[in-house]
């Protein structure tokens, strides 16, 4: 991230690829104040004071959340995600919800971390942090295979390691663009529930791609082995920072009571962040107020727009590169239904060096794939966003992408 923050700058005409990021055009600084007021509005009229209201938005607040509640009206509304408040934390952005699960979940040197590869950074960096192992997990088109993860749980058990948990995004996956398929998600909840490991269920995408989705895997959850993760980055905006988890998993603590896996983690932030910010969270319960709990309604607009976003990228890329010729070159990608991302296969090293020779010769950036593969592959790959350009960037980027290619596809052969 560092090396492509310092291309970004190093060249600012270059049209970009690479952020995953919302697109600005949805956000309205008007709409903050309205959704402040309407959590003030909703705490005086579930009887709060003056005070306690003032002290709400102003004090330090509850360790797992001020609005947490108002979080599971939405899960029930928009997810058939039927848990009670009590078994959510609400998080500094999903990045804390990784980092408070992980520490929860493995404490000693020979627990284990399964991850499905291509992978988001954010977990596998998380995990060095905690110096937890990371075993990756090979990712089909349909997003995940069971024989190919219970391989892998039963290998780490021979040699002694505990697998404790798989990590995966079942929608419109950062970085491939891939989504699980009805069956895959049966399967899954099947060998978690066999093998005793957890699922961390990671789905920033959903409610901003078009179309039907897919049942989460929490909803259909009935052996508690899904641990949800969620951000509300994409669907209310990334400024807020607000992300939660819902762990409605039954711990033995310390003291020998049980009690729920939320309890364990809300221990933790207390000693990491102490609390997120009650104002970040009053105007990410306004905004999901205002919708009556259903996000999907709230971005319906956005979702709309970046369905749209990928048709046109993958429009311009079949015109700039047609069947034909990228088939003599060597050239493929998928086509994601949904989400931020799809993914390329060149003929080429596609590493830090091509990319710096894209921005600089062609005026285009993209992110390598290699960056998402912990356990090593991804050397012809690229990562394209669609989120964040116009259509007449997404047409001149495309084309410079074309052009580059074109490029050093010759400068491979020759």
């Known amino acids: 991230m560092n090396f492509l923050n310092e291309i970004t700058h190093r060249y600012p005409e270059a049209i970009s690829f690479a952020p995953g990021r919302p697109y600005d055009g949805f956000f ?45 009206d939405s899960l029930r509304a928009d997810e058939d995600i039927d848990v009670p408040a009590e078994s959510l934390v609400v998080t500094v952005g999903a990045q804390e919800a990784m980092l408070l699960v992980l520490r929860a979940l ?13 992978c988001y950074v954010g977990i596998t960096g998380a995990a060095r942090l905690l110096d937890i192992a990371v075993h990756p997990v090979e990712e089909r088109e349909d997003g995940f295979s069971a024989a190919a993860l219970e391989a892998a749980i039963l290998g780490l058990k021979e040699r002694g390691r505990r697998p404790r948990a798989f990590y995966v995004v079942p929608e419109h996956s950062n970085p491939s663009g891939n989504t699980m398929g009805p069956a895959a998600r049966t399967a899954l909840l099947e060998l978690a529930e066999r093998h005793g490991i957890l699922i961390l269920e990671d789905s920033p995408y959903r409610m901003v791609s078009p179309g039907a989705r897919l049942p989460t895997l929490k909803s259909l959850d009935r052996a508690r082995t899904v641990v949800h993760l969620s951000s509300f980055a994409k669907t209310v905006f990334p400024g807020a920072r607000v992300g939660f988890v819902v762990a409605d998993q039954q711990v033995v603590g310390d003291d020998g009571r049980v009690g729920l896996l939320a309890d364990e983690l809300a221990k933790i932030k207390s000693m990491v962040t102490v609390n997120t910010s009650s104002v970040s969270q009053a105007v990410v319960a306004g905004a999901l107020l205002s919708a009556h709990g259903r996000i999907s309604d709230l971005n319906e607009q956005a979702a709309a727009h970046y369905g749209d976003a990928m048709q046109t990228v993958l429009a311009n890329l079949d015109e700039q590169l047609p069947a034909d010729r990228r088939r003599d070159l060597g050239v493929r990608w998928n086509e994601p239904t949904g989400g931020f991302f799809l993914t390329m296969q060149v003929p080429f090293p596609a590493d830090n060096a091509a990319l710096a020779r894209s921005a600089q010769d062609f005026g285009v950036l993209w992110t390598p794939m290699r960056h998402f593969h912990p356990g090593g592959g991804g050397q012809y790959g690229i990562r394209l966003s669609t989120s964040y350009l116009t259509s007449a960037e997404i047409k001149e980027g495309t084309a410079r992408l074309a052009r580059f290619i074109e490029d050093s596809s010759d400068r491979r052969r020759t």
């Open 28 to 72: 309205d600084i008007e709409q903050v104040f309205a959704q402040l007021r309407t959590y003030l509005d909703h705490l005086a009229a579930q009887g709060g004071s003056p005070q306690q209201v003032r002290t709400a938005l102003y004090q330090y607040g509850p360790t797992a959340g001020l609005i947490r509640d108002v979080i599971a």
């Open 106 to 118: 493995c404490s000693g040197p020979d627990d284990v971390l399964l991850v499905s590869s291509p």
